[in-house]
């Protein structure tokens, strides 16, 4: 068992979890586009020794519905939260959107000591759904510092309006025609993690079809090493964008959208990164 489960209601939706054992060390763990609390990696994490902050950052109350000009200070509150506790090390650990999140927050708030992030992108991408005030279109940036949204890159409507048959869909195509249609906004969306002081572990597959994770992991490592700056991938040509770790149930289908990978494959990747996540949350 974790051990002590606190259900927190404010500033957001969360749980925090206090490990029997204390290493001394901190996560703050961020779900992708569902918006939900991902209880289950918590957990894991907490097993582990870590005291453990799972967060709703948007679809809560007082939050936007979608993932639209959200403020990255939510994620900053968060960090507080764990440094007001005592905290000698906090990471944050994102999937898929979360990893947005997360690196976007380590460029803005020093005290972020390490990220871990799983099926990341590159770049700063627009809104996924509705705002504050309702409203989808035109496109805004996801995100927000100090009340000015990031430069984004917007997604090309018009694969949206194609027919993609019947069944779920891959959209990772969506982003790699929206990369062409705008490229000419690609330099000032890119996530510039040479800015970074938290250490950074990427976990990405190759078979991802929800949209380029590894090609965008390689080129955040790629940045990192240019300004001589410690990075890690871990990777695996076969897995797709849900990366299962040891101890997590596999996600059901989706009749929406196609994910990639197998389970076994997923899993494996998930294995494989294992130990590299302890190690990069665990105090040196």
């Known amino acids: ?28 763990v961020l779900s992708g586009s569902s918006g939900r ?39 900053v509150a968060a960090v507080d939260l764990l440094d007001s506790r005592g905290a000698r090390r906090i990471s944050i650990l994102g999937w898929s ?16 000591d390490a990220v871990v992030a799983v099926s990341p ?12 005030d309702g409203r989808q279109r035109p496109y805004r940036s996801g995100w927000t510092w100090q009340g000015q949204p990031l430069p984004f890159v917007p997604l090309d ?42 250490d950074l572990l990427l976990i990405a597959g190759g078979d991802d079809e929800m949209w380029g994770s590894l090609r965008y992991a390689e080129q955040l490592a790629a940045r990192r090493r240019a300004a001589g700056l410690p990075v890690r991938l871990v990777a695996r040509a076969d897995a797709g964008h849900r990366v299962r770790f040891p101890g997590e149930t596999p996600a059901p289908p989706s009749p929406v959208y196609l ?14 990164a294992w130990e590299p996540i302890l190690s990069t949350l665990a105090l040196p």
């Open 121 to 132: 992108t590159a770049l700063t991408w627009c809104n996924l759904g509705p705002g504050l």
């Open 259 to 272: 994910y990639g990978g197998t389970d076994e494959a997923n899993a494996r990747l998930g294995a494989a």
């Open 97 to 112: 959107k979360g990893a947005e999140a997360a690196l976007l927050t380590a460029v803005h708030e020093p005290r972020v």
């Open 37 to 75: 609390i991902d209880r289950q990696r918590t957990e894991l994490l907490a097993e582990q020794g870590f005291l453990t902050l799972a967060i709703r950052w948007f679809g809560g109350p007082g939050q936007p519905a979608g993932i639209c000009e959200v403020p990255l200070e939510t994620f």
């Open 1 to 28: 068992m974790p051990g002590t489960a606190h259900e927190l209601s404010s500033p957001w939706e969360a749980v925090l979890l206090e490990p029997h054992t204390p290493n001394g060390a901190a996560v703050i």
């Open 157 to 198: 409507d018009t694969w949206f309006e194609a027919d993609h048959g019947e069944g779920p869909v891959a959209v990772r195509s969506s982003y790699d025609l929206s990369e062409r249609t705008f490229a000419d906004r690609l330099a000032t969306a890119a996530i510039p993690v040479e800015r970074m002081s938290a």
